[in-house]
Nanobody, 112 residues
Framework: QVQLVESGGGLVQPGGSLRLSCAGS????????MNWFRQAPGKEREWVAV????????NYADSVKGRFTISRDNAKNSAYLQLNSLKSEDTAVYYC?????RGQGTQVTVSS
């Protein structure tokens, strides 16, 4: 069955960095655009970034533009989200998602 598994979250100080990974299985990963979303406590889910199936189209939410970088490696059935210059307001559960399904998420906490 379709599986998307995120990893790489954790506790980081403001200004720090994390790299999130998303491993896909059970579907043709290279055929799907990949998105990252996040949801903070008490807030609605927010779209963060998208990368097309081939990687030639990328877009970001204004809130993360210039700080986050999305990428993928279709040979490894994986997508990534590099988070730099983290702020407290980036604290959330981060999910990867494709039309095929969505992962369970990984917690990112930005705090001193």
């Amino acid at each position: 069955q379709v599986q998307l598994v995120e990893s790489g979250g954790g506790l980081v100080q403001p200004g720090g960095s994390l790299r999130l990974s998303c491993a896909g299985s059970g579907f043709t990963f290279s055929s799907y655009a990949m998105n990252w979303f996040r949801q903070a406590p008490g807030k609605e889910r927010e779209w963060v970034a998208v990368i097309s199936s081939s990687g030639d189209y990328i877009n970001y939410a204004d809130s993360v533009k210039g700080r986050f970088t999305i990428s993928r490696d279709n040979a490894k059935n994986s997508a990534y989200l590099q988070l730099n210059s983290l702020k407290s307001e980036d604290t959330a559960v981060y999910y990867c998602a494709a039309a095929a399904g969505r992962g369970q998420g990984t917690q990112v906490t930005v705090s001193s």
